[in-house]
């Protein structure tokens, strides 16, 4: 009955029988079914489009003028928890960008706290209120790679059966990026066995498949997987549309793939394409945008504007079955961008449900209060450390070290002279100690190792992001300083932390050890003050101080490697030691 | 567990770990994610492509050279009953012009029999098996005009309340055309109700909306319609893609669309059209095809055939949803047509989920026994009418009478001088009488009028197909002919009856009085042999003897109709009398 008044109501506007809540005048339209621009009204109702014509009363009236409106974006695939925000913070600087909708994989959250920090993300954006409507919707998917390896500790598992039952709830929109690609090639039965769930469920899963192709393409594939952001050449991507998968488009703050795009996109193939973020930070949000800026270098890249705005809207919709989403026309929910052109892509005003929820750059809302529930408050958990953990023995004389390519995550393992017996004497090397210290559940377990090059001197840094099982990674050249850096990311419930000559300096992730209930602003200032000081102390230019940190824990990037359960050979795929 | 152990399978295949069931060697590919033609195997296991590549081994090998290979083909929308044939027949037909699967609307069968009507339809397509798989699948529409309108006497009625019943039912997988669009846009309650059932259970609606534009347009949008396969104009295809339609492409027996199409479709907006047949004759299915004959029709339209094959491919899976259809892909079942070039679209070998179903025109299977349920037969139930019942009393000399347009269905309303008084005499005019015989129920309901020009003499001729209600029409100059017709019909179950100075001729539609159980070659031939019968007595070209007979009693259509229920004005939408 609701629905068919509802219907019926909706029906009386676009006959101007009765008045519509809101009509944009004097508006240029992108039409992504036609690739052209239209000019008209758009009238809305009950936060649905129910018109594209002239001569619509409204409640509200909007000028539109100088702007062409374009469908909300909607970005296919985003780790929320690289920026470092919590959802509220997030949202403000999305939303004043044009983002109308994400496709969330929390898979750094789930790692930290299972499941509830899925749920956590989910509510938090949920609860965020502008005008009567939420001003942003998240789409989350469960993450399928928990904990990413065996070879090391995270904060929870998801095996099969937990996926199983996790996916068919209505929280869960689809599957997360499966990365573990080499174990559906080789037809592992845990990892098919997920793949298996979410298709049983009916629902979507994400891929993750670097350099896959040809048979391997073929077998990734058949896992029912949908998506995949990770090509590194065109050939690449062209293989992968041909085989039908979906080709996002990476827009990161670190990785993107644009540059491939205007050569691989073509008018045949351009409903394949999708637009995502992946990783973005703070700072890049701020300063360079969301959405908008991806399309803005996609039409740079050499995609006309009329393939790449559908690659952050209809195609989105239609990829991941968002019904009623991606274009202006009758029917669909009012979510719309206003812009001044398309090739800049500067977003004037941004409507969700025919509600206004940003103007010029600024959202029209923000969170009081944030949601922040026990799940995902204090969660490191570490046993106390001395400056003797930190004590490694080399009695040999020659030791393995992980030298990281500058702008880069990959390592080489390098064999180096080293002093010393019951402890290396760094004195006079270019040489830091590494620590990865177990944080979820305080069992002590800790990980040494030796960073080659990374310039670091006098002192210890410290985060509590570090992919993907986010323990501690402390990095210094003295046992006390490090001691020191692991119990100030102790007492601030995670964060980066800085033990130097000049003092001390902490930066809180309070919000699972990875993300700040700070304000964006704060959150992009304090990085980059503490990242200062840390570069001050001699981190070579080609390292982020910190976030290369945070990669020196994952074990699936070639080729050495450092867990809570030690130093990882990732061509032989074992663990090994730093005396050789 | 069975489906994990599936996946693994198809996994093992596509790495060649495991042997194929089929092989299709040397063949060429039509990509509907790039347009562009590739070369390569297609590996199928189980039912399903695990791969494109090279070097696969298969228990069975099939040589595809000299084709290439489309996926199988999806006709958007079709009234099965329209072909007259069983949907074993249909099949047998479909099939060899590779059609793998048909969105089947089945507005005729139900209007007779109800929703038992559509039940047979599915269930008989469902029970066809050919190498262990069914070779044609049917996604079945509850039709949402039934009756079609309240002037006539149908067999059924499917009311908002019924509509929410069984739109739920799994074996409906949407609502059928909406050809009530100017009760969708006056928004009446009852019809709205039918939408938003079908909104509200989560499955598409058809549309059928011609000449609706503008405001009309949006108002019929907002009940939620997808799809419209009615434009008359190619301005009126142009704002349907753009208002978010999917416009179907018609190539049906009598009406098509296709010449519009060549200026309207263009490589922006290609992804939003579909093809389809709406209504198909048996000796149209014989002679010309099916999806094949509208490819062939619709490229030499002007639209290239890298937009058209994913017309009837690729873009009607996606409109409805169609999941792993549409495509040759990895996890695609193996739905595939061997054809010979793109421009003939001669198809040479049609496979069903990896089964070879169909080669060099001809269907691998056959229906040994016809399904045939109670529910469909014996459907004509008609009260003993008599010569006397056929008089039309006219004291005034003057009466109405129907001139129907040739090559067309509308009528104009003719000011007629008459002769006679207690009945017409129809000696020296050329005019018929003209009668609809309600048939459902035996109620003896009986309308009466004339026909003007069509050219008969001698007799009466009678079918039992009349959209949309299938009352028995039955036309002629001789009220002993015309009773003695009636009553040919009756004791058939329904078909064409013929009675003149040679004798009489019946042929039978045994099934609800539509269709007929009979070989579709027969089919065509008896329809050709009473048909060529009928024009020897008169009928005029321009005139088809007796379908257009079965579109007389259609009030929708204007200007002047007959019904069961008397003579009805289609302009004044008012019942109206032959007497003037």
Redesign the interface.
């Known amino acids: 009955m609701e629905?068919?008044r509802?219907?019926?109501t909706?029906?009386?506007c676009?006959?101007?029988?009765a008045k519509c809540d809101l009509v944009v005048r004097n508006a240029r339209i992108f039409?992504v079914?036609?690739?052209?621009i239209?000019q008209g009204e758009i009238a809305v109702k009950e936060g649905?489009i129910?018109?594209?014509?002239t001569g619509y009363a409204g409640e509200r009236e909007y000028d539109g003028a100088g702007m062409i409106f374009l469908p909300g974006l909607l970005d296919a695939h985003i780790h929320v928890e690289s920026s470092m925000l919590t959802p509220e913070e997030f949202a403000r600087l999305a939303v004043a960008h044009g983002t109308s909708g994400i496709i969330a994989d929390p898979h750094e959250l789930v790692n930290v706290c299972g499941v509830e920090g899925a749920e956590y993300l989910k509510k938090a954006f949920d609860r965020l209120q502008c005008g009567g409507v939420c001003p942003l919707d998240v789409f989350m998917q469960l993450p399928s790679c928990v904990p990413a390896t065996p070879f090391e500790t995270s904060g929870a598992s998801l095996d099969a059966r937990a996926t199983r039952e996790e996916i068919v709830r209505e929280e869960f929109f689809g599957l997360g990026e499966m990365m573990n690609y080499p174990a559906?090639?080789a037809?592992e039965?845990e990892t098919?066995?997920k793949?298996?769930a979410a298709?049983?469920a009916g629902k979507i899963a994400d891929g993750h498949a670097p350099a896959v192709t040809?048979?391997?393409?073929?077998?990734y594939?058949?896992?029912?997987i949908a998506t995949d952001h990770e090509s590194l050449t065109a050939e690449e991507m062209?293989e992968k549309?041909?085989?039908?998968m979906y080709v996002q488009i990476r827009c990161g703050s670190s990785a993107n793939n644009l540059a491939l795009c205007g050569e691989v996109v073509?008018?045949?193939?351009a409903?394949?394409f999708l637009l995502c973020s992946d990783d973005k930070h703070a700072h890049d949000l701020l300063q360079r945008g969301h959405l908008d800026d991806a399309l803005r270098r996609l039409v740079r890249s050499g995609v006309p504007a009329?393939f790449a705005i559908p690659a952050a809207t209809l195609n989105v919709a239609?990829c991941y079955?968002l019904k009623r989403r991606g274009?202006i026309?009758?029917?669909?929910i009012a979510d719309m961008v206003g812009v001044n052109d398309l090739s800049d892509f500067s977003v004037r005003a941004v409507f969700k449900r025919g509600v206004l929820v940003a103007e010029n750059g600024k959202a029209l809302f923000s969170a009081q209060e944030k949601y922040l529930p026990a799940a995902v408050r204090n969660t490191v958990r570490v046993k106390d450390v001395s400056p003797e953990d930190f004590r490694i023995p080399v009695r040999s004389g020659r030791a393995r070290a992980m030298q990281v390519a500058a702008y880069g995550l990959v390592t080489e393992e390098v064999i180096v002279s080293v002093r010393g017996g019951e402890d290396i004497d760094l004195s006079g090397t270019d040489l830091n100690k590494l620590a990865v210290i177990e944080r979820h559940f305080a069992s002590g377990n800790m990980g040494l190792g030796l960073v080659k090059g990374y310039g670091f001197r006098g002192g210890a840094i410290g985060i509590s992001v570090a992919h993907d099982s986010h323990n501690l990674v402390v990095l210094g050249d003295d046992n006390a300083a490090m001691a020191r850096a692991a119990q100030l990311l102790k007492e601030t419930g995670g964060g980066m932390a800085l033990v130097g000559a000049e003092g001390e300096e902490t930066y809180p992730l309070d919000v699972a050890g990875l993300m700040s209930s700070l304000p964006a602003e704060e959150v992009a200032a304090r990085t980059a003050h503490i990242s200062a000081a840390a570069r001050r102390m001699g981190v070579k230019e080609g390292y982020d101080p910190f976030m290369t940190l945070a990669f020196l824990a994952l074990p699936v990037i070639p080729h050495l490697k450092l867990t809570d359960k030690g130093l990882f050979d990732g061509d032989k795929f074992a663990f090994t030691k730093v005396e050789v």
Chains 1, 2 share one sequence.
């Open positions: 629905k068919t509802q219907l019926k909706l029906i009386d676009a006959m101007k029988r039409n079914f036609t690739g052209e239209e649905v129910v018109g594209i014509g559906v090639i037809g039965e098919i066995a793949l298996a298709e049983e040809g048979d391997a393409l073929n077998a594939l058949l896992g029912g062209r549309v041909a085989r039908g073509t008018a045949e193939n409903r394949r009329r239609e079955g274009a026309a009758p029917g669909y």
